[in-house]
């Protein structure tokens, strides 16, 4: 009897397991993505867990691994999410696609950066050579709030388009690192000279406004833009805005004139805070 | 006296039968016959060395006929096990499709969570939450840096991608204690990594991490569209695309044609940006360089190089008809 024989068989035997592996895997992964445990459930578990395995435990079978690996796990995600300032709020995942080498997953994916609210979607490839698995996303969708901000629009679409989904995360991080530190900044001033500093638009406004009692009309606005470009570079953008009554006499126009250039080279000399800190001590002492 | 080797009977009696012949003769006779001839079986011939050939025969016989006999079973029994396997296998795997199946019509049915009927275990739920929370560190490592704590610090992984492919990635190990060290790294090493170290690592993790993500992004990206370049476009380059190991610096040849003549076109793209996948230089010579026409070109493909990702600057630069002004 030759071996050809045999060989049809040994073949669907492969061809069998292969299939068996791809449907095992399917039906956890679905098993999986179609499951929700709420956190309090969660803790419940682990307590019962912990009870159960401390019971049988009588000196012989170590302490579970699953309630260590769950905490290890936990910690991890605790730490990243506060060092890299995004917060996962919702995350859900749907097997659309698998074969032995190819895998096409559909992600669901909402949360905030630096209380920046964002939400996604996209479908990730992976695909399995010989040494190692590729990743390549398609279909990205993209949504935060942009309000006013054009520019973050444009990022965001741009962003899409290319389906460069570590792009938006390492830039929209920045900004809303910048967007945070406006923020702190401002509410800073505002605490320091509370009769001086106004947030018309509140503390997540691009501006504030600088008024002295004592000089009635004449009001400095400080613009802080956060600008993003296609590329994803952040930068903040400041400028100065006068406001000044008509009265005014044309010397002291001049110097006002002159100021927002001024502003500009202490911004550039001395850094935002400190450049916002000397115009609003020259602002408040002048008559 | 029986001669008895009908081919028809089961050769596992043959032997026998003849062993018994002989001893029925009594005496061991054999047919004077087949003795004075000697006697050839299977091709084989026997000294006519009387009844000890004639028994050494039928044994050597029986021995193969049993040989045979037994790999005839052993390979039936061999093809009963693989088709009993697949068998097997099949009935699984029409489980298994059964399964899922049902799982897939109850998801549609329900759209949206599924509870199985009976009390989960806390064993389920808790390795539930484990994988679902693997799955979020999954979607860490997507967003550009994720990593682990360790017992001495951070093991922090750096993710790189070009537009919506994942490339390399690479690991810093962190000390904390006393102060902050790297311990090990996959760094390349033409990428400034003590020097941005130096600068950043003590004062701001964060800063130092973005950085370096810069720097790595950049590289990746440069190197990728090199590759892609070599990959698509290797039969419009003449020779070899050249360049460093930090990819900032990639030299290669192309044609052009105009008026039916050919001009070999010389590139030359500096990346003076190391955070920057976008040449800040494309340095463009053709021979002869006197033509204004070759001039007109070469400032419009050196345009081209610098705004766009490399292979699609090159594609559009070697699609693009010339227009007669």
Redesign the interface.
Known sequence: ?DSS??QV??D??QL??E??KL??E??ED???E????SDE??L???K??QR?FLRERKGHTPPSD??A??E??????S??EK??G?Q?TS?S?KTLEKTVNRTVRK?R?SGNCQSLPFCLEFQ?LEVQNKENV?????D?SIIVESGLCSELSKFVSSTEE??????F??SF??YAEWCKHRRCTFLHFKAKYPSIVILPEGQEGDHIILRNPQLPGFELMIVWKVHINEEGTTTPVLDLLPKVPEQVGEQKKAAIDNAPTCFRSMLLLFGIETAIENLIQVFSLEK | MEEGRNSGEKETALGGRSLTATSQDGGGQISVVSLAQGKVEGGKVYSGDGVLGYLEMLEAQAHELGLKQEE?EQ?EK??NR??A??QE??T??DE??A??EL??KR?LDKE?????PAR?S??T?????????????Q??Y????????TKQG?CFCI???Y????LDSYYVDLLIKPEVKIQRHSVPIFIPLEQIAKKYLQTDI?RFL?IL?DHL?AYVGRRHQADQLEEHFSDRIEGTLQRNSLCNLLVFNYTVSSDNKTFPFNVRLLYGDLCCSLPTEAIISCTPGTLPLLARMAAAHSNTFRQMALHKAFDSVINAKESQH
């Open positions: 009897m024989v045999y068989y040994e669907e035997i069998l397991k299939e068996i449907l095992s399917k039906y679905i098993k999986q179609s499951t929700f445990f459930e969660v419940m578990s682990a019962l867990f159960e699953l309630t690996e769950l290890s796990l936990e910690r991890d995600l730490f990243l060092f890299t995004i996962i995350h995942k992600h994916l990730l590729s990743a390549a996303i398609t990205l290319r389906g460069n989904l570590l792009m995360f390492r991080s920045s | 005839k390979q061999k093809l693989l088709k396997k697949v296998l099949r699984r795997r298994l499709r399964k899922v799982q897939e998801l949206g969570v599924v509870t199985d989960p806390a064993q739920v808790l390795e539930w939450k484990v994988k679902s929370i693997k799955a979020m560190l979607v860490f997507l967003t550009g840096i994720s990593g682990k704590l951070v993710s790189t991608a537009e919506g492919t994942y964060r973005s993500s992004n």
